[in-house]
Structure formats: structure tokens, C-alpha cells
């Protein structure tokens, strides 16, 4: 045996005592590919209700109004309230998202009011 041998086996026993003692399992060395030893993919849930794409436009049109509140708000929070309520009557009808289509609404409520309040404000005084 040459020492690199004998440094080996020594690594692979103190491993294998260390291993042990921590509870760690040494990998199995095989050719086989990672894809080949990983589980497939679940299947899709049968029960699992349609996508609402409009509940999540809602939301992103609200949450634009809100942002944009001062020169978009009065023109983007009807639109939001308007998809919002749109989604929400689809949710109603077995398809999800009506949480997202009632945060679409309020969202376009609060961009609307906010926009409105600014733009009178500016529009009654000079001081803009």
C-alpha cells in the first residue's frame, strides 16, 4: 500500500465514524443522471378553480392608481373599480381571485378619491 492509500482509507473510516456519529449518509456514486433519480412532478389539482387574469389586472390597475394618484388617479380608479367588480361577480361564479378583485376595487376607491382631492385642491388655489 502507498501512503496516499493508507490517507484514504484513513480519510474514508474517519468519515465513515464521523459520518455516522452525525448523522450524515455518505452519497451513493452512480452514472445516472440527477433527473433521472428525481420524483416527477406532481399533477395538476383536478379540483383546483380556474385563473382570474382579470382580478390580477384589477389589482395592478388600482395599485397604479394609487401610485399615480395626483395625474392618473380620477382615470385609472374607475377603470379599477370597474374590472375589480367585473372579477369579482367571475369569482362568484367558482373562479378564484376574488380576494385580488376586492383589493383591485379598494385600491381603485382610494387612487380615485386621493387623485380627485388633489386635482380640486389644485384647482382652487394657486398655490401649485
Known amino acids: 500500500m502507498t501512503s496516499n492509500q493508507v490517507a484514504r482509507t484513513d480519510h474514508d473510516?474517519?468519515?465513515?465514524?464521523?459520518?455516522?456519529?452525525?448523522?450524515?449518509?455518505?452519497?451513493?456514486?452512480?452514472?445516472?443522471?440527477?433527473?433521472?433519480?428525481?420524483?416527477?412532478?406532481?399533477?395538476?389539482?383536478?379540483?383546483?378553480?380556474?385563473?382570474?387574469s382579470k382580478a390580477v389586472v384589477a389589482t395592478v390597475v388600482g395599485a397604479l392608481s394609487v401610485v399615480l394618484f395626483f395625474p392618473f388617479g380620477p382615470v385609472l380608479g374607475p377603470i379599477a373599480i370597474v374590472m375589480g367588480k367585473n372579477a369579482r361577480r367571475r369569482a362568484m361564479d367558482g373562479v378564484s381571485g376574488k380576494g385580488l378583485a376586492t383589493a383591485g376595487i379598494v385600491l381603485g376607491v382610494i387612487g380615485l378619491v386621493a387623485g380627485a382631492y388633489v386635482w380640486i385642491i389644485a384647482s382652487t388655489c394657486d398655490c401649485l
Open 13 to 52: 473510516e474517519l468519515c465513515s465514524r464521523l459520518g455516522s456519529s452525525l448523522g450524515y449518509v455518505a452519497p451513493v456514486e452512480d452514472d445516472t443522471p440527477l433527473s433521472a433519480n428525481a420524483a416527477p412532478p406532481p399533477p395538476p389539482r383536478p379540483d383546483a378553480p380556474a385563473r382570474n
